[in-house]
């Protein structure tokens, strides 16, 4: 590899970046202030890289904040829709009555900020002090349907999977006899993967084509999204598949596809099912109320999994790579003597989250194929 023209790519990169950057001063403490340095809190830089948010964050240095700001759309039943870049929100500021909750449990969200007589239109007196900031600030939350973070990977996504498998069916077409070379030697050997070493065994011979669509889609999607989260440069780099609302919806589809795929033993075997004494079915159908429990723990556990294991990666690199600003503040020998530390452990997650971003993807895609096969199984007494 020639590491000379990596290095320009990498540097011109970087400059493209931060010219079509916003550079926000951070000035919440007055100018007065800026001299100080202020207290590392590894909590908040944590949750800063995992969580959503309306801008995209790039680096800071020193007192200046280089991001991308990102396009929000709200809508309000005071003033009806609003849109605007989330640069406008920059500092706290509010822009048209709306701002960004930099605290407290609905942090990163933003708030149309209205004097109490109007929020007491929409919200009830008892609930009037819930909607309180800070001070004599109040009003309400819209409905937020911005392009935040996740959003924007998610589209990049969706885009590189488009590309990837249009462009290998379109080689297929053009010579489906000849051996595969370039994108398709790299992505046959995966497909094939998830065809006999998944769904076959899972699903059957006979029924495995019809959920196979659904099972490369979950499988390419979660597994390009856990690496697009290793990648510290946008559009990449965003926590998705750390998100839980994504999760949600992917454990959702699994849920719903099995549920809609049910033959009658699966209904049979989870209302009345054969063998079991009659005793655990009447008059407490205690049975049947474990099976039908089961229907909703699994795509739970699904949901979960995915979401904490892809979570826990990010905030244990993280964790490393703050203790070099934790004990960087108590000395700057210190700090140097812990960033070798800190550094060898924070590649090595990496490395290791490399292997868990193809060990959650074949996980969830294996889970979702054992439930399809035990809703279609037939089953014989």
């Given at each position: 590899?020639?590491?000379?023209?990596?290095?320009?790519?990498?540097?011109?990169?970087?400059?493209?970046?931060?010219?079509?950057?916003?550079?926000?001063?951070?000035?919440?403490?007055?100018?007065?202030?800026?001299?100080?340095?202020?207290?590392?809190?590894?909590?908040?830089?944590?949750?800063?890289?995992?969580?959503?948010?309306?801008?995209?964050?790039?680096?800071?240095?020193?007192?200046?904040?280089?991001?991308?700001?990102?396009?929000?759309?709200?809508?309000?039943?005071?003033?009806?829709?609003?849109?605007?870049?989330?640069?406008?929100?920059?500092?706290?500021?509010?822009?048209?009555?709306?701002?960004?909750?930099?605290?407290?449990?609905?942090?990163?969200?933003?708030?149309?900020?209205?004097?109490?007589?109007?929020?007491?239109?929409?919200?009830?007196?008892?609930?009037?002090?819930?909607?309180?900031?800070?001070?004599?600030?109040?009003?309400?939350?819209?409905?937020?349907?911005?392009?935040?973070?996740?959003?924007?990977?998610?589209?990049?996504?969706?885009?590189?999977?488009?590309?990837?498998?249009?462009?290998?069916?379109?080689?297929?077409?053009?010579?489906?006899?000849?051996?595969?070379?370039?994108?398709?030697?790299?992505?046959?050997?995966?497909?094939?993967?998830?065809?006999?070493?998944?769904?076959?065994?899972?699903?059957?011979?006979?029924?495995?084509?019809?959920?196979?669509?659904?099972?490369?889609?979950?499988?390419?999607?979660?597994?390009?999204?856990?690496?697009?989260?290793?990648?510290?440069?946008?559009?990449?780099?965003?926590?998705?598949?750390?998100?839980?609302?994504?999760?949600?919806?992917?454990?959702?589809?699994?849920?719903?596809?099995?549920?809609i795929s049910g033959n009658k033993a699966y209904w049979q075997h989870i209302i009345n099912m054969p063998g079991?004494?009659?005793?655990?079915?009447?008059?407490?159908?205690?049975?049947?109320?474990?099976?039908?429990?089961?229907?909703?723990?699994?795509?739970?556990?699904?949901?979960?999994?995915?979401?904490?294991?892809?979570?826990?990666?990010?905030?244990?690199?993280?964790?490393?790579?703050?203790?070099i600003f934790i004990f960087g503040g108590l000395s700057v020998y210190a700090g140097y003597g812990a960033s070798?530390?800190?550094?060898?452990?924070?590649?090595?997650?990496?490395?290791?989250?490399?292997?868990?971003?193809?060990?959650?993807?074949?996980?969830?895609?294996?889970?979702?194929?054992?439930?399809?096969?035990?809703?279609?199984?037939?089953?014989?007494?």
């Amino acid at each position: 590899m020639n590491y000379n023209i990596l290095r320009i790519f990498i540097i011109s990169a970087i400059v493209f970046m931060a010219s079509t950057a916003k550079i926000k001063a951070q000035d919440e403490h007055g100018a007065s202030e800026h001299h100080k340095t202020e207290k590392f809190d590894p909590g908040s830089f944590i949750m800063g890289h995992i969580a959503d948010a309306h801008e995209w964050h790039i680096i800071t240095i020193g007192h200046k904040h280089i991001s991308i700001p990102l396009p929000v759309i709200v809508y309000s039943k005071h003033s009806g829709w609003h849109f605007f870049s989330s640069g406008k929100m920059a500092h706290g500021d509010a822009y048209t009555n709306f701002k960004l909750i930099t605290e407290g449990k609905d942090k990163g969200k933003i708030l149309e900020l209205l004097d109490e007589n109007t929020v007491s239109q929409y919200v009830a007196a008892e609930e009037l002090e819930a909607y309180k900031v800070t001070g004599a600030e109040m009003g309400i939350l819209p409905l937020d349907l911005s392009i935040t973070k996740n959003v924007v990977s998610l589209w990049v996504s969706i885009i590189i999977l488009l590309w990837v498998f249009l462009s290998v069916a379109k080689a297929y077409k053009r010579a489906p006899n000849k051996a595969p070379k370039g994108m398709q030697s790299f992505i046959e050997p995966i497909i094939l993967f998830v065809r006999d070493d998944i769904a076959i065994p899972s699903v059957g011979n006979h029924k495995y084509e019809k959920y196979m669509p659904y099972l490369l889609t979950i499988f390419f999607f979660i597994f390009l999204n856990n690496l697009m989260g290793l990648i510290p440069i946008p559009p990449f780099g965003a926590n998705l598949t750390g998100n839980i609302a994504v999760t949600m919806i992917l454990a959702l589809f699994t849920f719903v596809i099995t549920t809609i795929s049910g033959n009658k033993a699966y209904w049979q075997h989870i209302i009345n099912m054969p063998g079991v004494p009659w005793w655990l079915k009447f008059p407490l159908p205690l049975m049947p109320i474990i099976e039908i429990s089961g229907m909703f723990i699994k795509p739970f556990v699904l949901m979960v999994r995915l979401f904490a294991n892809i979570t826990a990666g990010h905030i244990i690199a993280l964790g490393f790579y703050s203790l070099i600003f934790i004990f960087g503040g108590l000395s700057v020998y210190a700090g140097y003597g812990a960033s070798v530390l800190s550094i060898t452990f924070t590649i090595f997650m990496t490395l290791l989250e490399i292997l868990v971003a193809f060990i959650q993807a074949y996980v969830f895609t294996l889970l979702s194929a054992i439930y399809f096969g035990m809703a279609t199984e037939e089953h014989h007494h």
